[in-house]
């Protein structure tokens, strides 16, 4: 009995038309999950110019008798969906069975593929099957494609150059790696190997061989389960971050999925703990009942929409922050050498005969217990909250120097006091009943018809706050009292900030957005700056508050607040030991 079925008119109507090869990626993932769906353990891609020339995909699947072989080029046949209600239980990964035939009308094609010790070679130039012919047997499957776009010059020209069509087929390769570590995949363009995974079905593992040592030596576990979801996978520490959000890895039931929601959350975990503009590298699993998930929005199958997504974005939420919360370290100011060897990034993991058969896995340790070096420079949160730092002075007017029995530290009076303030006025936002001080001098603010709408549509926030706000004639506004914390530096020009940051949250007015934006402004403002001066005292308080916070380590925008020099560093550095 044929695996492949001809899919019913009916059904092919309900896929989404839409076109699914446009680039050479594109033609790299339909032909990469047919191998996966034939059981692929081992999948080479070889590229030649980015595949522009030609795309070849060996695999070691369960390959294709010659009906099978042939049936595959017809519009619709598929192995993977047989009647119209499968459509919503699709758990395989591709299912739009008419890809190998519009990849066939558009290029050439040589199949040779293998099952059951009967290989069969078949030949198709712009959709016309000219050879179809028994060959040798070798178990799977290999397949090549020349000449893309050759007769339909119009998208040949949509073909970008070599460097962006090698680049998309590596980035596809490389997520797809990470949601499939049990498969090898080698990716070589032009002879080169570009993506080599081992198929250790080690997630870590797989990290380290697409990311290198320095990442995978820098990535916290996570893990958290609820009714609907069970989250598994690694996040990076915001030491090793990127400046795209390329490296958002989330999987869905085994596929590499899109999801704005998801990648906000992600993003939110890191807040505070990461400079703007700046992303970090996660590796996520979520498994769920497939219902729950809409894979078909999208022809390429990558954005998705699901039900009960926020239940899922709290949990990925909650889980990322504590992790972040329990592994954060303070920084050493300088990486003693048993740190050093972790910085190297790239060390090749395994070792290849010249069948590209890994012969040897050089090991390397996954503990990240075991960069602490013999001084504990490790000081997670709650060791941290106990410590008493004495401060010796101030540079610059800037820094604060600081020492206590394990070493020296080096603080930024700004980023550290403005940390302080931040958590502090979170705290006083999740308040009851806020109190406020009546101003001495109300202050009265105008505003253009627009703004004044966009304002009073939102000013309930502030008076929840405790600030006391009075309309005033035609669009002006009348401020009579803020709430108590909101302390030094704040009449006049910082209320109307205040305003204005109402006004242009106004689109899409999001309550906690708009909070910690107003917490992360008004701290920043609040703040000692730079060239002022403190006294002893005064760097003592700062210091026993910053000790007392939940993320001590950087400023509310995501920099660094407090190094660190260890005695043992100290004595290092002046040579007292070698
Ligand atoms: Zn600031
Ligand atoms: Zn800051």
């Not at 030649?48 to 070849?56: H, K, P, R, V, W």
């Not at 590298?281 to 998930?293: G, H, K």
Request: aromatic share 8%; hydrophobic share 35%; with cysteine.
């Amino acid at each position: 009995m044929s695996k492949i079925r001809v899919m019913s008119e009916n059904l092919a109507n309900k896929i989404a038309a839409g076109e699914v090869v446009e680039k050479c990626a594109s033609v790299v993932k339909e032909l990469v999950e047919n191998s996966i769906d034939a059981g692929a353990t081992n999948i080479k891609v070889n590229l030649i110019d980015g595949g522009l020339t030609s795309i070849n995909i060996i695999d070691n699947g369960s390959g294709m008798d010659k009906e099978d072989a042939v049936l595959s080029f017809s519009r619709h046949a598929t192995s993977k969906i047989y009647k119209d209600d499968d459509l919503y239980f699709i758990e395989t990964l591709g299912f739009r069975g008419e890809a190998l035939a519009s990849i066939a009308s558009v290029a050439e094609v040589n199949l040779e593929t293998c099952s059951k010790e009967i290989g069969t070679h078949v030949h198709i130039k712009g959709g016309n099957m000219d050879i179809v012919e028994p060959t040798s047997a070798r178990p799977g499957t290999s397949i090549t494609i020349t000449n893309l776009f050759y007769n339909t010059p119009a998208r040949l020209k949509y073909l970008k150059s070599e460097a962006t069509e090698l680049n998309n087929c590596v980035q596809f390769i490389e997520k797809l790696s990470l949601s499939r570590p049990d498969i090898a995949f080698t990716l070589t363009n032009n002879d080169r190997v570009v993506v080599k995974t081992s198929g250790s079905n080690n997630l870590l593992k797989t990290i380290h061989e697409i990311y290198g040592l320095n990442v995978s030596s820098n990535m916290l576990e996570i893990k958290a389960s609820s009714d609907d979801f069970e989250i598994t996978g690694f996040v990076g520490k915001p030491s090793i971050l990127k400046k795209n959000r390329n490296h958002f890895n989330t999987i869905v039931n085994g596929r590499v999925v899109r999801n704005n929601d998801i990648n906000r959350a992600i993003n939110d975990a890191y807040n505070t703990y990461k400079h703007e503009g700046f992303y970090p590298i996660v590796v996520i699993n979520i498994e769920t009942d497939p219902t729950l998930v809409d894979v078909n929005i999208h022809p390429t199958k990558q954005d998705i929409k699901m039900s009960k997504i926020e239940e899922l974005t709290e949990i990925l939420y909650k889980t990322i922050k504590e992790a972040l919360y329990n592994n954060l370290l303070i920084p050493n100011a300088i990486v003693d050498e048993s740190l050093n060897k972790v910085d190297i990034p790239f060390i090749p993991l395994s070792v290849y005969d010249k069948d590209n058969k890994v012969t040897e896995v050089v090991q390397t340790s996954f503990d990240l217990g075991t960069t602490k070096s013999e001084e504990e420079t490790v000081i997670k949160n709650e060791t941290f909250k106990r410590l008493k730092l004495y401060p010796v002075g101030q540079v610059h007017g800037t820094y604060i120097i600081a020492e206590n029995e394990d070493g020296m530290f080096i603080l930024d009076q700004h980023a550290a006091h403005e940390r302080v303030n931040y958590e502090m006025i979170k705290k006083k936002f999740a308040e009851e009943t806020p109190s406020y001080t009546d101003m001495l001098v109300p202050l009265q603010i105008e505003l253009t018809t627009s703004d004044y709408e966009a304002f009073m549509e939102n000013k309930g926030v502030l008076e929840d706050l405790g600030f006391k706000i009075e309309e005033f004639g035609i669009n002006t506004i009348v401020f009579k009292a803020h709430p108590t914390w909101l302390t030094k530096n704040f009449e006049g020009d910082n209320l109307r900030t205040i305003v204005d940051l109402v006004i242009t949250n106004h689109k899409n007015f999001n309550k906690d957005r708009f909070l910690d934006s107003l917490a992360k402004m008004v701290s920043c403002k609040m703040s000692v700056k730079a060239n002022e001066h403190l006294s002893l005292s005064e760097m003592e308080g700062l210091l026993n508050d910053l000790v007392k916070c939940d993320n001590p380590y950087n400023c509310c925008h995501g920099r660094p607040s407090i190094m660190k020099f260890t005695n043992y560093e100290l004595e290092k550095m002046f040579k007292r030991v070698i």
